[in-house]
């Protein structure tokens, strides 16, 4: 089953979940996929594996192995053309850390 976004709501997280700590790579190769304002109800909805770097397929692919149903990659979950989301979601981000299950790197 492709992985989708789930938004939560008021920061409310809905279980178990697993982080990514990963390196965006080099900045003169194509950059892995971002969640953007244009395509962020298409990734609710669905994402295919296929659109998804190595890292984070193979992220996706250990979180199922352990048996947790989410998973946080911080250019998925923040609009990254959005400086109102990626400053209230930055300010968020060592508690992402701090209450996952696992995080994986990257």
Known sequence: QDPCL?????GGIKGPYAAL???????????PLRA???IYQDMKTGIPM?????????AVAVTRRLKLRYIWIDSLCILQDS????EKEAAMMHKVYKYAEVTIVA
């Not at 789930?6 to 008021?10: A, D, M, N, P, R």
């Not at 400086?83 to 990626?86: A, F, L, S, V």
């Open 6 to 10: 789930v938004e939560t709501v008021g």
């Open 21 to 31: 700590s990963h390196m965006w790579g080099d900045p003169s190769q194509a950059s």
């Open 36 to 38: 953007m304002t244009s």
């Open 50 to 58: 296929w659109r998804l770097s190595k890292n984070f397929a193979h």
């Open 83 to 86: 400086r109102e989301d990626w």
